[in-house]
Structures are given as structure tokens and as C-alpha cells.
């Protein structure tokens, strides 16, 4: 395997993990398999875009007001609909989240259309190429979400485990009854999973727009993307790790050895083999995924 390879796996494995995370986040605390995770990712990439007009000086300010907004997004989005199901099969709730996922990209092609944009661009800036040992190279966003995903997966785990809310969501996720009967608020640790989750799945939007392009159809990045938490475990985030790694591979061998056009196809394949053959996936818990 040469460098530039797994350049390229590496980097695109950063990007799955970061919004299979999401999925895993969300799953975990409420047993519900959220498929509007995609159109979250794409509508951060609008709010940055939309928040350009402040100014190229203020870039790193409107990231992370970009990443705020589609958090509070979040967090609305499940006390709004998904709060007042609470007791509905979990099949009618994951109905919910594909409306709401239908929802918000009619709403984004409403406002910025469906027009394809590049907000490097527009702010005027170049996605410079680095030159890493042994040939290969990647570009500066490609190296940027490598790194954010190290930063956010590592911080959630650090959360979840040393962090008093993190510890509550932890408890709410494992036996919600017994945390409400000890006075945690649920409710607030399961919105607040969502809001985690849209931060990741944005973090992926933003470097997938600065390094592709912006445009409604984005959202199917979010949908491609669970096959990493069904093949790595819906439950597991390590699991998510693995199987992101599993899925930038065969998807960048597709690419070398086969037809460029079935790497987008490849993510899909991965979903049917393990639903067949694994449905807990790899680190799984297969209880959890027969309640389902």
C-alpha cells in the first residue's frame, strides 16, 4: 500500500468517523437511528456560508458560530418532535427523523437553492496542498479534519466519561427510569446527544464544502456515512473508528483498481453485507440491535 493511499483513506476516514459518531451519540441515548444526521451536516456548511458575509477575518469565529447553530438546531429538533414521541415504536420516530430530514433540505433548497457554491472562494481563500513524506499529499482542509476528528472523538469520550453531564448522559442512556427516578433529566442528556452529534456531522460539512463544494445534495454524504456506525456497531464508538477506516478503504480501492463510480455505491454494499451477516456490527451489542 503506498503512502498516497493511505493519505486518502485516512482522510476520508476522519470524515466518516466524525458523523458516525453522531449516529452512535444519538443512538445510544435514545435507541433512535437519526436519518436526518445528513441534512444537519449540509445545513452547517449553509450557515457558514451564509455568515461569510461578516468577513475572511473572522473565519474562525464563524465556524464556531456556524457549529453553534446547528447544535441549538439540533437540540430544538428533538425537543420539538422527537420528545413529544417519547413511548411511540422507534419505528414511527425514525419516520419522523426522515421527514424531518425531507423538511430541512426543501428548506435549504428554498433559501440558497440548489445552485452548487465553493466557499473557499468566496472568502478568498486557497486549499493549499501538503507534502507529506514517502510522496504523498493531501490538502490543508483534508489535514483539518483529520485533526478535528482526533480532537472530537477524543473530547466526547473524555465527556461521556469525566464530565458530570457526560456521566449523567451515560446513566440516561444505560436505564433511563432509574436516572429520571434519580433526578437526571433525561430529556436534556438525550437533546444534548443530539446537539453533540450535529456538531460532529457539521465539522464534516464544513470540510466537505471547503474541499468539494456546497449544495443541498450534501446531505447524501450523512446517508453514506451509516454504514460506518451499522458496521462498526451502533453502540460502539471505537467500533465507529474501525469501521470508518474499513469503509474509506474499500471505497478508495474502488476508486484505484475497479470503476471510479462505485465508490459511491461501495458504503451501500458494506450496509447490506453487515445486515445480513452482522447486524450488530463489529463491536456491537446484539441485544441492543434485536430490540430494534
Request: charged content about 10%; glycine content about 8%.
Amino acid at each position: 500500500m503506498d503512502a498516497q493511499l493511505v493519505a486518502q483513506v485516512v482522510a476520508l476516514a476522519a470524515f466518516y468517523s466524525l458523523v458516525g459518531t453522531g449516529y452512535v451519540l444519538v443512538y445510544r441515548a435514545s435507541r433512535v437511528l437519526n436519518l436526518a444526521n445528513g441534512e444537519l451536516l449540509m445545513l452547517c456548511a449553509y450557515f457558514l456560508f451564509a455568515l461569510t458575509v461578516l468577513g475572511r477575518g473572522l473565519l474562525p469565529l464563524m465556524v464556531l458560530l456556524a457549529l453553534v447553530l446547528v447544535a441549538v438546531v439540533a437540540g430544538v429538533i428533538y425537543w420539538a418532535t422527537i420528545r413529544p414521541m417519547a413511548g411511540h415504536p422507534v419505528f414511527s420516530i425514525v419516520l419522523m427523523t426522515v421527514g424531518l430530514a425531507i423538511v430541512l433540505r426543501g428548506v435549504s433548497e428554498l433559501v440558497w437553492t440548489a445552485q452548487a457554491r465553493y466557499p473557499l472562494e468566496v472568502l478568498g481563500i486557497t486549499n493549499k496542498t501538503l507534502h507529506l513524506p514517502a510522496g504523498a499529499a493531501v490538502t490543508v482542509v483534508e489535514a483539518g479534519v483529520v485533526a478535528a476528528a482526533v480532537l472530537f472523538i477524543g473530547g466526547v469520550v473524555a465527556f461521556l466519561r469525566l464530565a458530570p453531564i457526560g456521566m449523567q448522559m451515560r446513566a440516561s442512556a444505560e436505564h433511563p427510569v432509574l436516572a429520571s427516578q434519580r433526578g437526571i433529566n433525561i430529556h436534556l442528556a438525550f437533546a444534548l446527544s443530539w446537539a453533540l452529534a450535529a456538531i460532529g456531522a457539521g465539522i464534516a460539512g464544513l470540510a466537505f464544502a471547503a474541499n468539494v463544494r456546497l449544495e443541498p445534495n450534501i446531505a447524501e454524504q450523512g446517508l453514506r456515512a451509516l454504514a460506518v456506525p451499522l458496521a462498526g456497531g451502533l453502540t460502539s464508538i471505537l467500533g465507529t473508528v474501525i469501521a470508518s477506516l474499513l469503509v474509506a478503504m474499500s471505497e478508495n480501492l474502488a476508486v484505484r483498481y475497479a470503476d471510479p463510480l462505485l465508490a459511491g455505491v461501495v458504503p451501500y454494499f458494506i450496509i447490506l453485507a453487515f445486515i445480513i451477516l452482522r447486524p450488530w456490527g463489529l463491536l456491537g451489542e446484539e441485544e441492543e440491535l434485536e430490540r430494534v
